[in-house]
């Protein structure tokens, strides 16, 4: 039996208001469980991005490719596996700011963890940190025992390592 892989599912389409509903609907009807989802303007003037993480079988992933791709706004749609991509997530930590000036090892967490102070006022600073999904996690859990104020993670952001065609698609569809 094929087993579940993490994909990331790229989508292009026209900004058009309902079809979030539509395209996580393709999934929930499979009783897939999307694990991100982020949406952004495109390379291409008046096109969204949409980029999806999603586990599942390829087969699977390959009827849902379909299914989206069906949808009218949708321009193209591709699934993307882990090697196939080059990825991010950001997130941000608020912290109580005596345990900046207090507590060193959180100045080395902060150090070695490659993360950013954004901001710094009496009550609390704000830590920003954008990397892998596994380097955001450990970040948490060495921030956890000091007391996370509040904490937000963004969806993974991604773009393939080989060309996708869609750019001059694009072009054709936008003349």
């Known amino acids: 039996?094929?087993?579940?892989?993490?994909?990331?599912?790229?989508?292009?389409?026209?900004?058009?208001i309902g079809?979030?509903?539509?395209?996580s609907a393709?999934?929930?009807?499979?009783?897939?469980?999307?694990?991100?989802?982020?949406s952004s303007v495109s390379e291409i003037e008046n096109i969204s991005k949409w980029t999806i993480v999603v586990q599942l079988t390829e087969d699977r992933m390959k009827k849902i490719i379909g299914q989206i791709e069906k949808q009218v706004e949708v321009i193209k749609a591709y699934y993307h596996k882990e090697d196939e991509i080059i990825y991010q997530e950001s997130c941000l930590f608020k912290i109580k700011s005596e345990l900046l000036f207090e507590e060193r090892q959180i100045q080395n967490i902060i150090k070695e963890s490659n993360?950013?102070?954004?901001?710094?006022?009496?009550?609390?600073?704000v830590l920003e940190k954008s990397g892998r999904s596994e380097e955001i996690t450990l970040l948490y859990r060495e921030l956890k025992p000091f007391g996370i104020m509040q904490f937000t993670r963004s969806g993974r952001i991604a773009v393939s390592k080989d060309e996708m065609k869609i750019s001059k698609m694009l072009e054709a569809f936008s003349n």
Do not use: G
């Open 115 to 125: 993360a950013n102070i954004v901001t710094v006022n009496k009550e609390f600073f």
């Open 19 to 23: 079809l979030l509903n539509r395209i």
């Open 1 to 16: 039996m094929e087993e579940n892989k993490t994909y990331t599912v790229s989508i292009y389409t026209e900004n058009n």
């Open 26 to 38: 393709i999934f929930q009807r499979r009783h897939i469980n999307i694990e991100s989802i982020n």
